[in-house]
């Protein structure tokens, strides 16, 4: 069981970048999915975190109505993560976890099964 980040790069200041958390051995429908960053130098934060039963994804203030979360659809076992608009503050290694309840607020399990993350640079 694992989630796996990719699409990461170098992308400038005000670029978009869309991020793909591939989710394997389990199905991701059934999980509240969350997405963290972890800057250099700094903590691993969460960002946006997405329920099975959330009508809209929870995001972190710094990057509301820059980022955009969507959960898998049509069978996928594959979540998104939007970026638009970065900012070089954004640059980080960004990673996707699980945690199991029904939203984001009523989580009875911690994030875990956690695989690789992918390194998102903003720079000109």
């Known amino acids: 069981v694992q989630l796996q980040a990719s699409g990461g790069g170098l992308v400038q200041p005000g670029g978009s970048l869309r991020l793909s958390c591939t989710g394997s051995?389990?199905?991701?429908?059934?999980?509240?999915i969350g997405w963290f960053r972890q800057a250099p130098g700094k903590e691993r934060e969460r960002i946006s975190c997405?329920?099975?039963?959330?009508?809209?994804?929870?995001y972190v203030d710094s990057v509301k109505d820059r980022f955009t979360m969507s959960r898998p659809s049509g069978g996928t076992n594959i979540a998104y993560l939007m970026l638009k608009n970065v900012k070089p503050e954004d640059t980080a290694v960004y990673s996707c976890?699980?945690?199991?309840?029904?939203?984001?607020?009523?989580?009875?399990?911690?994030?875990?099964?956690w695989g690789r993350g992918t390194l998102v640079t903003v720079s000109s």
């Open positions: 997405m329920g099975t039963h959330d009508g809209s994804p929870e």
């Open positions: 051995g389990f199905n991701m429908a059934l999980w509240t």
């Open positions: 976890a699980r945690a199991w309840g029904p939203n984001c607020s009523d989580l009875k399990t911690g994030f875990g099964s």
